[in-house]
């Protein structure tokens, strides 16, 4: 059984339908990549995997371990053991980098019904993560993501994920932005998090770079909020290449056709 299944997914924003019945799956273990034209519901699909109330589903199931989730809160599904890194993070004032890790941490721990972490066991777990990810302990004073840079947020994302060690991690276009030491930091902590702990990891980007980094088994393209292909890493290098014309164009006369 997969860890997560999302089954005939239709997503709704106001009164415009952006998921027009979306199969996806990611296995246990596996690195699966999502690609797709700009607008055609890759963040949309990400955001309502963590249950973000801004889309409603209105057909459709997503399961997760076992467990219908569909309409379960983002604290139920990350507790469960999902992770999003997201496009757009955004910034807390007033939180520090420390407490929110804690309270994180914290949170997890109080699920699976063990105590607080002592502050040594999180030093060193911190310290741990923020030397695998690269992020300077100065971090930890600030306040989270606040007036950090693009690269600087995306690092901070990894080294969360790398904390949290969730079964299945969404990376949406973690790596956009980024310069080549800053893509390999991420590279190596996805790759850490999905070899050592065999998370699932969905990576969503526009770009075969990473790719080239954490290495995909499977590629599925959305395009107009459906899945319209699925292939193996192969299919990177065609898109890379060619862009997205023959799939989409493919799709319009599979539409026709079936009008
Ligand atoms: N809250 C919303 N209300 C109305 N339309 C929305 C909303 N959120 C997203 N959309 C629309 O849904 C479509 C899909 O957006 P989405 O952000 O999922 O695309 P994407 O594939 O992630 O694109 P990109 O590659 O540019 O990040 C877009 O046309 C967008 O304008
Ligand atoms: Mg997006």
Do not use: C
């Not at 106001?14 to 296995?27: N, Q, R």
């Not at 507790?79 to 004032?93: C, D, E, K, N, R």
């Not at 309270?103 to 109080?110: C, G, L, S």
């Not at 193996?232 to 599979?254: F, H, K, M």
Request: charged fraction near 25%; hydrophobic fraction near 40%.
């Amino acid at each position: 059984m997969p860890e997560l299944e999302i089954s005939n997914l239709h997503v709704s924003a106001g009164d415009k339908e952006i998921l027009k019945g979306v199969d996806l799956t990611v296995e246990a273990g596996e690195v699966h990549a999502l690609m797709g034209p700009n607008g055609s519901g890759k963040s949309t699909l990400a955001n309502v995997i963590m249950g973000n109330p801004a889309f409603e589903v209105t057909q459709g199931t997503i399961v997760f371990r076992g467990e219908e989730i569909t309409e379960a809160s983002p604290d139920e599904r990350s507790l469960l053991g999902l992770f999003m890194a997201f496009q757009y993070p955004v910034a807390i004032p007033g939180v520090t980098v420390t407490k929110y890790l804690r309270m994180v941490i914290n949170a997890h721990r109080r699920a699976r019904g063990e105590d607080e972490i002592s502050l040594k066991d999180f030093r060193q777990v911190v310290e741990h993560a923020m030397e695998m990810t690269e992020v300077n302990r100065e971090f930890s004073k600030r306040y989270l993501n606040d007036g950090f840079s693009g690269g600087e947020k995306k690092r901070l994302e990894i080294l969360q994920l790398a904390l949290q060690r969730p079964n299945v991690a969404i990376l949406d276009e973690t790596d956009s932005g980024l310069d080549i030491d800053a893509l390999n930091v991420v590279a190596e902590g996805v790759n850490t998090v999905n070899t050592q702990s065999g998370a699932g990891v969905l990576i969503i980007t526009h770009y075969q770079r990473i790719l080239h980094l954490v290495k995909p088994s499977r590629v599925s393209i959305i395009a107009d909020g459906k899945i319209v292909t699925e292939g193996g890493p192969d299919l990177v290098d065609q898109l890379e290449s060619e862009g997205y014309g023959w799939i989409t164009a493919d799709n319009e006369l599979a539409e026709r056709a079936s009008a």
